[in-house]
Each structure stands twice: as structure tokens, then as C-alpha cells.
């Protein structure tokens, strides 16, 4: 039975969202932060409601991270969870607040009080460990605090009167650049556009040839091009899913650029004919959304959005979509169906978005950076972006360095810059390995740091994580596989399941239980999800294990059995433990150990 | 006059008709590319990557991959089986395949093209899933251990039956096969023994109830004949 006051709040939520079919996974959010779960209520309200089937909407709560179909506790924490946060103590911490509060990680404590897990990176790596609570972003949390953070969550304090300093965010520029320093008065870059024609913005957009900053590299006066050359019907998607471990340059974008970011996406918009644009944020960002539909309220104000975009004679506006924990959706045919209220499964290519993309039609969809970029190059034109990096890279880049350095945060840079100058500036001297562009990116040793970081050599959508002499390579490439058996969306049969293989390889090497075999189904397993999987996610998945045995042999070696060349992956020991409990057997004789199985026998 | 559109397939000329995908116009020309999640019938997924060719170099879903003229494509490679043998084998380890005393054996696609790949083992280790069996129509039993994900059975339902009974849930190695009802049960929809969702699954995931073994072990299809003769007879 549906109560009527669940009904009530239900009905309330998709009155909010025009009662639209698409704004599903808004509405679902919105249910989750209200009840701490998503309710079968719910999932049967929505489905009738909308008039969605119930296996669509059941297929949402399970697919986001975020969204549970069992209540969380009524403080609902997660620590961040990619390598720097755990290099920074983000591991010790969370065991300990687990140890103090009595609950395991996933499982909320019996008396509802409290709910304990891990998350992917949340993007805070430069003062990890990080994480969140009831939502909220905590940064650089400590042992100390953790023991407050129990006292507190014991005695019922609200969140919102714990220290403030525990959410405190810096923005930990480094070094600005071009696009750091570049500040556009809202509306200017707008008037300049119309001033001087939008075809010919489009020429200087493409002139100052600016590519994909998300990493991918793609002109993004090339795809302006393609959907301004498309008749029909017109959406701008910007991807704020800034999910890349390591990443956290958008954040700084987010937090201090967003007029340039709006005004960049209503340039593309009146370029190509677009009425609406759609940012999709990641859910962890959530605390910024305030703040942002205030810079969207005023601009709207301002008669830079709205009906008549700055006397223009067109109407554009912007709509903030939440994520809710799906690396995948940062995928651009992901986010695409996630924009529609669905899993985030990526599509099928072709068609691209820019034929066909949000709700069927011509869609262009950039990084927060390139439409902050795309905006300034508006103003100033395509000559002063073009006159920075290299040929085949032009501009700046912001990048997100952390883990073993001194002075971690974000430095904007010519692209072009070797990694040895980077780790020069950010205090790295000490590094033996660099993971350039995330858990997708690729790890280089010392012998590479002469390389550039550039859409030529070493792509990257802003991740740089620094590593230094005492980390273990193995477990770091362990903790990438773990991320993308976590992560893959689970469409294609080589992402799917490859990943968990990987996983298990990996687990298997970095616990010292593997042999020369198990590095040769790694290779061979490794390639094989390269070449089949469907999209980007599957393709780069593998890259960090098969970089790090490519580069760092031996440390793969020290983790091998001694003197196995097979170590079976059936084990023995745990398959009869169930009988040897039934049976109270449990002396030395019916006791296998690991490796040993061969030599006493 | 005009030329024709044709492509290659590991040799041989391929008509196809502009907007065609690969796979189709190899079938559509009688040549067989392996393939479990496709079917002519429905509109492509491309998930499974079985049908994965190399085109004009590139590895593709061919299923999803457009003909273009003068393509190369090559299928029947050693490099191409040996890739699609990898992912039989992985769908082989994530579920529950029993094949010796499987009810669908004999007349089951993954096992048919695991024998036509070559595939003499898993070489993976196996994950022993647990999942839920749905025993609860009066008809149609639907056994998830068995189940590939290929989606089939969802667009049949959907594209052919009008009915939408069918769709898949949750994320990673959980995606599921889910019965769209508030029960989440077979006997709480309007799937019937004679719906053409009831026909595609290329496995023995949804079976009928009482009509296990009219055709005896040993006399089925892909008993008689090896898929890359036989696998024309459902479509």
C-alpha cells in the first residue's frame, strides 16, 4: 500500500520537474535525499506516474551509485576512494571511523544511525583524504576529526553544525594562465560574438583551434561547424561529470568561472540555434548547484539568458542536471541518455550526438574548460589562444596535479610542457612514475618524463597524480582495475565481464599468490577489452595495468610466487572451508595453505 | 548504369544497400558472421561483440558498423576468432552454463559457437553467480543463469509482441535480465508461451514448461548441423 503522504511528497518531486519523463533521475535523487532511499513506492509511483515501465526505473536505482533501494543511514558518509586519497591516509581514516562507530563499510548500522563506504574519487584529491557526508563535501580529513566525527554522529549533532572548517574548499591555483586570469564581464564576450557576426565567432573558434578539453581532443570549432551545418532542432550538453580520478580542474571552473562557462555555452547556442543548453554536473558537486543557479538567475536577470539572448532576436537558456555516481555517464553518449533520465549505457556510434544526440537531435556537447575557453576566445579572438602551446596543441591547459608533491593543485600550462617541467613546478622530484590523464590515462617512469603533455603524446583531460619511490605500482594498477570493474556500465561482454577478470588478476598479483601465467592472462585479457569494448570506458580500462607491467616488470616480479609458473585459480581451501565447518574438521591436516599445496603433498 | 555497392568479406564481394549494417548484408548474402546478441529481425544492440570484424584495418561490431563501398572486412581471421573466442569464454564464466545437462543443449547458440570457434575450455576462472530463478508463470520458466544479456528477448517483446515484459537492471557484472511488473514475476505480466520474445533467447534463459526434451539429445539442430550451416533456422 502507498501511503498517502508518500504519494503526496511523490507527486510533489514530479511537479517539480514539469512532471517530465526525462528529469527521472532528478526525481529519483530527490527521493533518495528525502528517505535516504528509493523506496518500491516509488519505483511503482514514477513508473505509473510517468508512464515509464517499472523495469526502466528499477534499472535507474540500481545503476547510480547514489541511489539505494534500502534506506543509508541517517548520516550517510563516503570517503573518497582513488589513490591519492588513500597516499593522504583516506584508508586508515575510514577503517578508523568505522572501528569508533561499530559499523561495516556498505551496511548500515542496525540503529539506522549511520552508513560508512567508499566512493569514487570525489575530486577533492589536493586536500585529501576527502569525501562526503549526508551530500556534503568534507576535505583533508583527519584522525583527529574522525574521532570528533564519531562523538559527534553518536550524539545526534546535524551535520550542518559540525566545524565548518571539516567542508572546507580550497581552490589551490597554482599557476594561472591565459584562461585563469581571463575574467569575461558577463555579457561582454556575448556582445562581441554578435558584434562580430556568429558565423564569424565560429571562424574564430575554429582559428584559435581549441580541441576537446576533456581529453579527447576532437576541434571544437569543427564540431560547432557540424551542428551549425545541421537543420533541425538543437541542444548544447556541457559535461560537468568530471568523474577521471585525479581530476578536479572543472571544479575550479565550476566554483570560480561559471560565467564564462554560461556565456561560452549561450555563444554555442546562438551559433548553431540552440534554445536549450543542459549542464550535467556530477552528483558529488552538488554543493555548488546553489551558487550556480544564482549566477543563472542573474544572468537571466541581465537578459543574457532567456527569451531574446541580448537583443539577438533568439531565446537560449540553461538547465543544471545532477549526476548520481556513474563514472560512465562522463562518456558522451552516456551522459546523453543519463540527460534523458536513463542508465547510462553509451550508444550506439553513428550516428554522433552532433546528428543525432539529446532527445534525437543535433547536439553539441564540450567540457566545462573548453566553453570556458570557447568563451574567452569569443572576446579576444582565435589569434591569442592559437599564439600559446603547440602545433598540433594549441592553448593552455588546466591540470589537476596531486599525490607525491609538494605543492599539489592546479596549474594552467602551454600544452606542450614536459612532465619533468611539471613535476618541477609542482614540487615532484621525487617521482618515479606519473599517471597522466587518470585511471584511463597512461602511467610513464623516469625514462619518459622528457614527453609531452599534449593532444600528440600524453593526453589528458587535467589528471596528473605523482608517485614517488615508496608507492607500489602493482597495488596502484590494482586499485585502477578495482575502479573499472566498479565502474563498467555492464552493456558489452568484453567490459563487463573483462574488467572483473582484470580485477582478479590483479588482486591475485598485488596479494603475491600469482605466477608468470597470471601476467600473461593480464596481457592477453588486457588487449582483447582494448580492441572489442564498446566505448571509450572499455578501451582505456586496461591501459593502467598494462602500462605499469610494461614499465615496472620487476616490481610485478617481487609480487610473484617464487619458482610457480601456474597458480590455479580455484582455490582449493576456500571451497571446502564450508565443509570443513560442517564437520568441526579443522586440524593441521585439513588445512591448506596458499602455495603450499603442491610441496606437502 | 550505376555500380554496385559491395564490400568485401574475407574475400569474397558483399552487396548491401545504402544504410545497411555489415552483418545484415552478409546475412542478408548467406555468409555467416558469428553473432549472439543479433538477430535481422530487430533493431541492432551491439553489445555482445561477438560479430567484432576488422574493417579496412579496424576492429568494429559489425552488426553496428554501416557497409561502405570497397570496404575490407575481414572475419574469419586468426587474430578475430581468437578475440571472439575470448568473449565466449568470458560469457561462458559469468553465468552458470552447464552444457552436459543443460535442457538446451543442442540448440543453444553459445554453445554452438563455442564449438565453432574452437573453444575447448573456459581458461578463466568461473564466477558462480547466484541468481534469482523465476519458475512463477504457468508456462515459461526463465532460468537467469543462463542468461547472456543479449537483450533479444527486450526487443521482441517490445518491437514484435507490443508487450514490453522485459528489460535489463543494474550496473557491471550485476546487469540483469528484470521482469517489468511491481512483482518483478513472470506470472504478474502478459508474456504468453507464443510470444516471439518466447522464440529468440539464444540460450536456454527462457524456456517452455513441459516441452523439455520433445526433440531427444543428439537429433537438435546444431546437433545435426554446425552453426556457421544451421544458423539461419530461426530468423
Known amino acids: 500500500m502507498v501511503s498517502t503522504w508518500l504519494s503526496a511528497t511523490l507527486y510533489d518531486i514530479a511537479a517539480r520537474y514539469d512532471h517530465d519523463r526525462h528529469a527521472l533521475l532528478q526525481m529519483l535523487r530527490a527521493v533518495q535525499a528525502a528517505r535516504s532511499c528509493v523506496p518500491e513506492e516509488a519505483i511503482q509511483f514514477f513508473a505509473r506516474h510517468l508512464n515509464v515501465p517499472i523495469v526502466e526505473v528499477r534499472g535507474c536505482v540500481e545503476f547510480y551509485s547514489f541511489?539505494?533501494?534500502?534506506?543509508?543511514?541517517?548520516?550517510?558518509?563516503?570517503?573518497?576512494?582513488?589513490?591519492?586519497?588513500?597516499?593522504?591516509?583516506?584508508?586508515?581514516?575510514?577503517?578508523?571511523?568505522?572501528?569508533?562507530?561499530?559499523?561495516?563499510?556498505?551496511?548500515?548500522?542496525?540503529?539506522?544511525?549511520?552508513?560508512?563506504?567508499?566512493?569514487?574519487?570525489?575530486?577533492?584529491?589536493?586536500?585529501?583524504?576527502?569525501?562526503?557526508?549526508?551530500?556534503?563535501?568534507?576535505?583533508?580529513?583527519?584522525?583527529?576529526?574522525?574521532?570528533?566525527?564519531?562523538?559527534?554522529?553518536?550524539?545526534?549533532?546535524?551535520?550542518?553544525?559540525?566545524?565548518?572548517?571539516?567542508?572546507?574548499?580550497?581552490?589551490?591555483?597554482?599557476?594561472?594562465?591565459?584562461?585563469?586570469?581571463?575574467?569575461?564581464?558577463?555579457?561582454?564576450?556575448?556582445?562581441?560574438?554578435?558584434?562580430?557576426?556568429?558565423?564569424?565567432?565560429?571562424?574564430?573558434?575554429?582559428?584559435?583551434?581549441?580541441?576537446?578539453?576533456?581529453?579527447?581532443?576532437?576541434?571544437?570549432?569543427?564540431?560547432?561547424?557540424?551542428?551549425?551545418?545541421?537543420?533541425?532542432?538543437?541542444?548544447?550538453?556541457?559535461?560537468?561529470?568530471?568523474?577521471?580520478?585525479?581530476?578536479f580542474k572543472d571544479r575550479i571552473l565550476l566554483a570560480g568561472y561559471a560565467d564564462e562557462l554560461f556565456e561560452g555555452m549561450t555563444i554555442a547556442g546562438l551559433i548553431v540555434g540552440a534554445e536549450k543548453g543542459y549542464l550535467?554536473?556530477?552528483?558529488?558537486?552538488?554543493?555548488?548547484?546553489?551558487?550556480?543557479?544564482?549566477?543563472?538567475?542573474?544572468?537571466?536577470?541581465?537578459?543574457?539568458?532567456?527569451?531574446?539572448?541580448?537583443?539577438?532576436?533568439?531565446?537560449?537558456?540553461?538547465?543544471?542536471?545532477?549526476?548520481?555516481?556513474?563514472?560512465?555517464?562522463?562518456?558522451?553518449?552516456?551522459?546523453?541518455?543519463?540527460?534523458?533520465?536513463?542508465?547510462?549505457i553509451p550508444r550506439i556510434r553513428p550516428p554522433s550526438a552532433v546528428k543525432k544526440g539529446l532527445f534525437g537531435q543535433s547536439t553539441v556537447n564540450n567540457n566545462v574548460e573548453s566553453f570556458v575557453q570557447a568563451a574567452q576566445i569569443a572576446l579576444m579572438g582565435g589569434a591569442w589562444f592559437a599564439d600559446l602551446g603547440e602545433e598540433k596543441s594549441r592553448g593552455t591547459k588546466l591540470l589537476s596535479v596531486a599525490g607525491d608533491c609538494t605543492r599539489p593543485g592546479i596549474y594552467e600550462l602551454p600544452l606542450g610542457v614536459t612532465v619533468r617541467e611539471l613535476l618541477e613546478r609542482c614540487g615532484g622530484s621525487h617521482a618515479k612514475?606519473?599517471?597522466?590523464?587518470?585511471?584511463?590515462?597512461?602511467?610513464?617512469?623516469?625514462?619518459?618524463?622528457?614527453?609531452?603533455?599534449?593532444?600528440?603524446?600524453?593526453?589528458?583531460?587535467?589528471?596528473?597524480?605523482?608517485?614517488?619511490?615508496?608507492?607500489?605500482?602493482?597495488?596502484?594498477?590494482?586499485?585502477?582495475?578495482?575502479?573499472?570493474?566498479?565502474?563498467?556500465?555492464?552493456?558489452?561482454?568484453?567490459?563487463?565481464?573483462?574488467?572483473?577478470?582484470?580485477?582478479?588478476?590483479?588482486?591475485?598479483?598485488?596479494?603475491?599468490?600469482?605466477?608468470?601465467?597470471?601476467?600473461?592472462?593480464?596481457?592477453?585479457?588486457?588487449?582483447?577489452?582494448?580492441?572489442?569494448?564498446?566505448?571509450g570506458l572499455g578501451e582505456t580500462a586496461p591501459n593502467a595495468l598494462l602500462d605499469t607491467l610494461e614499465r615496472f616488470p620487476e616490481e610485478y616480479e617481487a609480487h610473484l610466487l617464487p619458482e610457480a609458473d601456474f597458480v590455479p585459480d580455484f582455490d582449493l581451501d576456500a571451497a571446502v572451508s564450508e565443509?570443513?565447518?560442517?564437520?568441526?574438521?579443522?586440524?593441521?591436516?585439513?588445512?591448506?595453505?596458499?602455495?603450499?599445496?603442491?610441496?606437502?603433498s | 548504369?550505376?555500380?554496385?555497392?559491395?564490400?568485401?568479406?574475407?574475400?569474397?564481394?558483399?552487396?548491401?544497400?545504402?544504410?545497411?549494417?555489415?552483418?545484415?548484408?552478409?546475412?542478408?548474402?548467406?555468409?555467416?558472421?558469428?553473432?549472439?546478441?543479433?538477430?535481422?529481425?530487430?533493431?541492432?544492440?551491439?553489445?555482445?561483440?561477438?560479430?567484432?570484424?576488422?574493417?579496412?584495418?579496424?576492429l568494429g561490431a559489425s552488426c553496428t558498423t554501416p557497409a561502405t563501398k570497397g570496404a575490407k572486412v575481414e572475419s574469419e581471421i586468426p587474430e578475430v576468432q581468437e578475440g571472439r573466442r575470448a568473449i565466449v569464454q568470458m560469457l561462458f564464466i559469468e553465468g552458470n552454463h552447464f552444457c552436459p545437462f543443460c535442457v538446451k543443449s543442442g540448440d543453444c547458440r553459445l554453445q554452438a559457437i563455442a564449438y565453432h570457434l574452437g573453444m575447448e575450455g573456459s581458461h578463466l576462472p568461473h564466477r558462480f553467480p547466484s541468481r534469482q530463478l523465476d519458475a512463477s508463470?504457468?508456462?515459461?520458466v526463465l532460468d537467469r543463469d543462463r542468461c547472456i544479456a543479449c537483450n533479444l528477448c527486450v526487443r521482441a517483446s517490445r518491437e514484435v509482441d507490443g508487450k514490453e515484459v522485459f528489460g535489463l537492471t543494474g550496473r557491471g557484472v550485476e546487469t540483469s535480465l528484470a521482469v517489468n511488473s511491481p512483482s518483478g514475476l513472470l506470472k504478474d505480466t502478459n508474456l504468453e508461451p507464443g510470444d516471439r520474445a518466447m522464440q529468440v533467447c539464444p540460450t536456454g534463459a527462457l524456456m517452455l514448461k513441459r516441452h523439455g526434451y520433445e526433440t531427444p539429445i543428439g537429433e537438435r539442430r546444431f546437433d545435426q548441423q554446425a552453426i556457421e550451416a544451421a544458423w539461419e533456422s530461426d530468423y
Open chain 1, 433 to 535: 612514475a606519473v599517471q597522466v590523464g587518470g585511471a584511463a590515462g597512461r602511467t610513464v617512469g623516469r625514462a619518459e618524463f622528457e614527453r609531452h603533455i599534449s593532444y600528440a603524446d600524453l593526453a589528458t583531460g587535467g589528471s596528473i597524480m605523482v608517485f614517488d619511490e615508496r608507492r607500489d605500482m602493482v597495488d596502484l594498477a590494482r586499485q585502477f582495475a578495482h575502479f573499472f570493474a566498479h565502474e563498467s556500465c555492464g552493456f558489452c561482454t568484453p567490459c563487463r565481464v573483462g574488467t572483473q577478470m582484470l580485477q582478479h588478476y590483479a588482486d591475485k598479483l598485488a596479494s603475491c599468490q600469482g605466477s608468470r601465467h597470471d601476467l600473461a592472462q593480464i596481457r592477453s585479457i588486457g588487449q582483447m577489452v582494448k580492441g572489442y569494448a564498446h566505448c
Open chain 2, 137 to 140: 508463470h504457468p508456462d515459461v
Open chain 1, 67 to 247: 541511489l539505494h533501494a534500502t534506506p543509508r543511514g541517517q548520516y550517510d558518509i563516503y570517503f573518497s576512494d582513488s589513490p591519492t586519497d588513500r597516499m593522504a591516509g583516506s584508508l586508515v581514516a575510514a577503517e578508523r571511523l568505522a572501528a569508533r562507530l561499530g559499523v561495516e563499510f556498505g551496511v548500515p548500522r542496525p540503529d539506522g544511525r549511520v552508513t560508512l563506504g567508499l566512493t569514487s574519487c570525489t575530486g577533492h584529491c589536493e586536500q585529501a583524504p576527502a569525501g562526503l557526508v549526508n551530500r556534503r563535501v568534507f576535505t583533508r580529513m583527519t584522525e583527529d576529526r574522525v574521532d570528533r566525527m564519531a562523538d559527534l554522529i553518536e550524539r545526534g549533532v546535524p551535520v550542518e553544525q559540525w566545524p565548518e572548517v571539516w567542508f572546507h574548499v580550497e581552490n589551490s591555483i597554482r599557476v594561472s594562465g591565459p584562461t585563469l586570469e581571463t575574467h569575461v564581464t558577463p555579457g561582454d564576450a556575448l556582445r562581441a560574438s554578435l558584434v562580430r557576426g556568429l558565423p564569424q565567432t565560429l571562424d574564430e573558434v575554429e582559428a584559435s583551434g581549441l580541441q576537446g578539453r576533456g581529453g579527447a581532443g576532437f576541434p571544437v570549432g569543427r564540431k560547432w561547424r557540424g551542428a551549425y551545418e545541421t537543420r533541425g532542432i538543437h541542444y548544447i550538453t556541457c559535461n560537468a561529470d568530471e568523474g577521471e580520478p585525479g581530476t
Open chain 1, 280 to 344: 550535467y554536473m556530477r552528483g558529488e558537486y552538488e554543493y555548488m548547484l546553489s551558487g550556480l543557479q544564482e549566477v543563472l538567475a542573474s544572468r537571466r536577470e541581465a537578459g543574457l539568458l532567456g527569451e531574446d539572448v541580448c537583443g539577438s532576436g533568439q531565446n537560449f537558456d540553461i538547465i543544471i542536471h545532477l549526476g548520481a555516481g556513474a563514472y560512465v555517464c562522463g562518456e558522451q553518449s552516456a551522459l546523453l541518455e543519463s540527460l534523458e533520465g536513463r542508465r547510462g
Open chain 1, 579 to 600: 565443509a570443513r565447518a560442517l564437520t568441526g574438521r579443522d586440524d593441521r591436516l585439513h588445512q591448506l595453505e596458499h602455495g603450499k599445496v603442491e610441496a606437502e
Open chain 2, 1 to 58: 548504369m550505376t555500380e554496385r555497392n559491395t564490400f568485401t568479406l574475407d574475400g569474397e564481394e558483399v552487396p548491401f544497400e545504402p544504410g545497411q549494417s555489415i552483418m545484415n548484408a552478409a546475412l542478408a548474402a548467406g555468409r555467416y558472421i558469428p553473432h549472439l546478441c543479433h538477430n535481422p529481425e530487430f533493431r541492432p544492440h551491439g553489445s555482445c561483440k561477438l560479430c567484432t570484424v576488422k574493417v579496412n584495418g579496424w
